[in-house]
């Protein structure tokens, strides 16, 4: 058997190697597979979006409310106008 030289690695520089390639090859499927699971995905999203119209239902009510939560004058304004709306609409459907 030939000695080795510096320029050629040693067996436990190799099996570093392989080591290395391993686990950056574990980590780029572990990538893939939680690209391609699109449930988990969706399940995801659908918490993510869960958690933001909770959090906008909070921020309007917030909003909505005094802080001894009576209405505000302009939330009673909007919902005097929305109410008006249907009703509006309402008449105009049944005169046609």
Same mark, same amino acid.
């Not at 320029?7 to 436990?12: E, K, R, S």
């Not at 939330?75 to 005097?80: N, P, S, T």
């Given at each position: 058997m030939s000695q080795p030289t510096d320029?050629?690695? @040693?067996?436990?520089e190799i099996e570093a190697d392989i080591a290395r390639t391993r686990e950056q090859l574990a980590t780029t499927v572990d990538e893939l597979t939680g690209r391609l699971d699109v449930k988990s995905r969706v399940k995801g999203r659908v918490e993510q979006?869960?958690?933001? $119209? $909770? =959090? =906008?239902?909070?921020?309007?009510?917030d909003k909505a409310t005094d802080p001894? @939560? =009576?209405p505000t004058p302009? $939330?009673? $304004? @909007?919902?005097?106008a929305a109410v008006a709306l249907v009703a509006l609409v309402v008449w105009w459907r049944r005169r046609r």
């Open positions: 320029q050629t690695p @040693g067996v436990d979006t869960k958690q933001d $119209a $909770a =959090r =906008r239902v909070h921020v309007a009510r001894d @939560g =009576r302009p $939330a009673i $304004a @909007g919902a005097v």
